[in-house]
């Protein structure tokens, strides 16, 4: 267990790009890394985020060398980390790898490269023509989403698909998103 910590530790202190790849590196290590954090963030120690999980020490350790995969958790686990992150159980199934965040994009395609295609649908509207650059490829992602979003909100007109999906599903496609784009920096 000290090793754990202190691994955990050394990861908090190291470059974000390392922390990164040391949580990437292997399905189901998301989950790990998120439990690590919101221990950290909530000034407890990992006994007692441990206890409240249900998980015993050695559960942790065998989890955190690969001797037991993370996708492999109960349903009861599933909702346990669930509670102690705040979040939905399919968020904890998607970091534990039980769910690919694959199973979310379309095939092949970065967040990049959907918002392009959604933008480019966009662009045979006149409104929006006239608001916005017609070349916007240099924006940050996050500006290009927002004008896509305000644009969908704005209009009704939804180039991204998002009216299908109930209001989980999107944040959940959004945390599919970057977890890709996660796994695609730290595997470089």
């Known amino acids: 267990?000290?090793?754990?910590?202190?691994?955990?530790?050394?990861?908090?202190?190291?470059?974000?790009?390392?922390?990164?790849?040391?949580?990437?590196?292997?399905?189901?290590?998301?989950?790990l890394g998120w439990l690590l954090d919101e221990c950290r963030r909530r000034g407890e120690t990992q006994l007692v985020m441990l206890r409240q999980l249900g998980f015993t020490p050695s559960h942790?350790?065998?989890?955190?060398?690969?001797?037991r995969k993370s996708s492999g958790i109960s349903q009861a686990t599933v909702e346990a980390c669930a509670r102690y992150l705040g979040v939905q159980p399919i968020v904890i199934k998607l970091l534990a790898g039980?769910?690919?965040?694959?199973?979310?994009?379309?095939?092949?395609?970065?967040?990049?490269?959907?918002?392009?295609?959604?933008?480019?649908?966009?662009?045979?509207?006149m409104a929006l023509r006239a608001l916005v650059p017609?070349?916007?490829?240099?924006?940050?992602?996050?500006?290009?989403?927002?004008?896509?979003?305000?644009?969908?909100?704005?209009?009704?007109?939804?180039?991204?698909g998002l009216h299908q999906l109930p209001g989980i599903l999107q944040e959940l496609q959004r945390a599919a998103q970057i977890h890709v784009g996660n796994m695609r920096e730290a595997a470089l």
């Open 1 to 31: 267990m000290l090793q754990l910590i202190q691994k955990h530790n050394h990861q908090v202190a190291g470059s974000a790009l390392q922390r990164k790849r040391d949580i990437y590196r292997f399905r189901g290590g998301p989950l």
């Open 98 to 125: 039980h769910i690919l965040p694959s199973d979310f994009l379309l095939p092949g395609m970065t967040e990049e490269e959907v918002l392009d295609r959604a933008w480019a649908e966009a662009r045979g509207d």
């Open 134 to 160: 017609e070349d916007c490829s240099n924006w940050p992602l996050a500006a290009r989403r927002a004008v896509m979003a305000l644009y969908h909100e704005s209009t009704g007109m939804d180039p991204l």
């Open 60 to 67: 942790m350790t065998l989890l955190r060398n690969h001797k």
